[in-house]
């Protein structure tokens, strides 16, 4: 290129360059309008296919082999009592992990192999989470095919993601605070507990709720430790058999019948509903506290 | 990235201006904490603390070139931790309990690993006495419900990997296009709508692709090709690679965004066109973290399950043509837990021996991101 030879042919070709700079800037931006296009026809399709199915009678009703008398009732019930044991077990676990991590853990190999298994954890596909989920608390704990199996299993799932982000929002908590603390006679725990936790609370916060929005919309784990396609009941104890939203849609989505698929479409616009509200709930939070600290 | 930079610097800055505070008299206080000679450092430190925490601020703004892909970094600890605690024994006891109790709960992520890993080992290791390893990854046939039983992992291997190639074709140049479009093109404000527009497809629950594939991309397909069967690998590879467009797209504009400013204008500099910086420089300088989003991606292509549970269909193939149905590994686990299968029969121990092949696959295409990222990594400034 930089040769003498190739400096006598110099040609800049200006406006053929400017020409193919300009095509390509089309085709960039056209990449970007297809996730875009995409996002819109999937959320026009569902609208479309479900809106007429979703009524009150639909949301309040059981399951039922007759498409019109069908309803969400038990798969709603069930995704809220999977959705309070997950966040019961897994918040203050992984919490009390990124404390241990950021504050407490000497810098060591075994500090480092914890960190390293936690980013590997966060890319294992979800269904071997139900794998372990059906060895060891559906078989082996015997907790049967219940709630609380369910709500373990998603624990392990979604811990690696809260850990991290519990992480980040302590890393991010200046280290005058602790100083401060210390000067003033602070234990450790004193200061992480009343100095550093606070501060770190709505970073912590915001990435546990998008850790559950994850959750509730998990499907293949859940099949795995046998959650129950049909469920004429709502659950009323951890011990029970239970459906959740997303496991209700794909099982009417695996039937034939079109009106199957419109029930479906119904419930999948409840599902978006709740997390678009658990998404909400994140960013209001992230814009509260961002402004005010 | 820039953020982190300063991150790092004001936490140095805030360490030095502790030091000078607590710094007894008679010593060079304003003097940087590394030169401080160990022990004799400010009283408040045990031993030599400040020098570590000197000596990690400057890894940590070179590593900050690179974008932090949920790989795993060099652990970093930047926090300060307190001095040994002289106090009553009572408070003691409490932080040695407190102590103890935050250990075991990091002690649960690693016994997940070993609780996944013990799992697919053991009952995988049953199954591999009644089934030789030969027929488990050479024969051609997976027919583990039906008589005769055929064990041959290949259609479902290939299924998997039919499927992710797939999306791959779908999302890494779409993917590319808008982070370069992002990156070099968009103005600020377009951008942060854009990208958080682009990351609501990343948290569509699964089953809703699998249902936008099978109701809406196949018959779309089918309106093309008449012969395509109602489930096939094109629909899910299709909806699976929109499904990952917002990973490499915001992954890749990261380690874009995070090249720095100097580089393009020299380019500019030396007459190149706006296209040609984005090509030339900052795409060869963003490398490793755009390499890192691909591997990503196709990692989670492959590990998903209910787009194919949905769309690709549940017949074990080996098959090339897309518009053909297809098993996957991960819809086969879903298809025989779904059934009544006796608990330590053989064809319940085929869940743990394809889940094995699954996990193994996953470790070794994480190996290979990590050494991706060392092979590529570009380090400015």
């Known amino acids: 290129m930089s040769t003498l030879t190739d400096a006598v042919e110099y040609a800049p070709r200006g406006p053929q360059r400017q020409r193919k700079g300009k095509l390509m800037r089309g085709l960039f931006l056209a990449s970007t309008a297809v996730g875009l296009i995409a996002l819109v026809v999937l959320i026009a399709d569902i609208v479309l296919d479900g809106a007429g199915s979703l009524t009150w009678r639909f949301i309040t009703s059981f399951p039922s082999r007759f498409a019109a008398r069908a309803g969400i009732r038990a ?80 624990t392990l799932l979604i811990l690696p993601v809260i850990i991290i982000a519990a992480q980040e929002a302590i890393r991010a908590v200046p280290n005058s605070i602790r100083l401060a603390a210390y000067a003033l006679g602070a234990t450790q725990w004193q200061t992480v507990r009343r100095q550093v936790l606070p501060m770190a609370m709505p970073g912590i916060l915001t990435g546990t709720i998008l850790a559950l929005s994850r959750a509730v919309g998990e499907t293949a784990p859940l099949i795995m430790i046998g959650a129950l396609a049909f469920v004429p009941f709502a659950p009323k104890g951890p011990g029970d058999a239970f459906t959740v939203l997303p496991i209700q849609i794909f099982n009417w989505i695996s039937r034939p019948q079109v009106q199957f698929h419109h029930l479906a479409a119904a419930a999948i616009l409840v599902l978006l509903v709740v997390l678009m509200a658990f998404n909400l709930a994140a960013v209001l939070l992230r814009n509260k506290y961002t402004k005010t600290l | 990235m ?169 999302a890494l140049p779409v993917g590319l296009g808008s982070a370069i479009f992002l990156s070099e093109y968009a103005s600020q404000g377009l951008k942060r709508v854009v990208k958080p527009a682009l990351e609501v497809l990343a948290g569509v629950p699964t089953v809703v692709y699998g249902y936008f594939a099978l109701t809406f991309v196949t018959p779309l397909l089918r309106g093309v090709w008449p012969n395509t069967e109602i489930f096939n690998a094109a629909s899910a590879s299709i909806v699976m690679g929109i499904m990952i467009i917002p990973l490499v797209a915001s992954l890749s504009e990261d380690a874009m965004s995070a090249v720095p400013r100097a580089l393009r204008e020299g380019a500019y500099a030396l007459g190149a066109t706006k296209l040609e910086v984005s090509t030339r420089t900052v795409l060869p300088a963003a490398l490793s973290g755009i390499v890192a989003s691909f591997i990503l991606a196709v990692s989670r292509a492959r590990g998903e399950t209910m787009i194919v549970a949905i769309a690709a269909g549940a017949t074990p193939n080996l098959t090339l043509n897309p518009l053909e149905s297809v098993q996957t590994m991960t819809a086969y686990i879903v298809q025989v837990s779904q059934g009544e299968v006796a608990f330590g029969s053989v064809e319940y121990r085929t869940i743990f021996a394809v889940g094995l092949t699954l996990f193994a696959l996953t470790l070794l295409m994480n190996a290979v991101s990590i050494a991706v990222l060392r092979r590529f990594r570009e380090v400015y400034e």
């Not at chain 1, 704990?141 to 219940?146: E, H, Q």
């Not at chain 2, 591999?128 to 479902?156: I, R």
């Open chain 1, 75 to 154: 798969a709603l019930v069930g995704s809220l009592w999977v959705l309070g044991l997950t966040t019961l077990f897994s918040f203050p676990l992984g919490v009390a992990t990124a404390i241990w991590l950021e504050e407490y853990a000497p810098r060591n190999r075994w500090t480092q192999l914890v960190q390293v298994n936690i980013a590997n954890l966060a890319a294992v596909p979800s269904i071997v989470y139900g794998i372990l989920g059906l060895a060891v608390f559906v078989r082996a704990m015997s907790l049967g095919r219940s709630v609380l199996a369910g709500a373990l299993t998603l």
């Open chain 2, 2 to 170: 820039a953020r982190a930079d300063h991150d790092a610097l004001r936490r140095e800055r805030e360490v030095r201006a502790a030091d000078r505070l607590l710094a007894p008299e008679g010593q060079d206080a304003a003097g940087p904490a590394s030169e401080q000679p160990s022990g004799a450092g400010p009283a408040y430190f045990g031993g030599d603390e400040p020098a570590e925490e000197a000596a990690e601020a400057l890894p940590q703004s070179e590593a900050s070139a690179a974008p932090a892909v949920g790989l795993p970094e060099p652990a970093e600890r930047a926090t300060v931790r307190p001095p040994s605690l002289e106090g009553p024994p009572g408070r003691r006891r409490r932080e040695a309990v407190v102590r103890a109790i935050l250990f075991a709960c990091s002690a649960v992520s690693v016994l997940t690993t070993i609780g996944i890993v013990a799992v697919l080992l053991f009952e995988a290791g049953a199954f591999f006495t009644d089934v030789s390893p030969l027929e488990f990854f050479t024969s051609t046939t997976w027919a583990p419900l039906f008589q005769p039983q055929h064990f041959g992992v290949l259609p479902l291997l290939v299924g998997s990997i039919l499927v992710a190639l797939g999306a791959a074709v779908v």
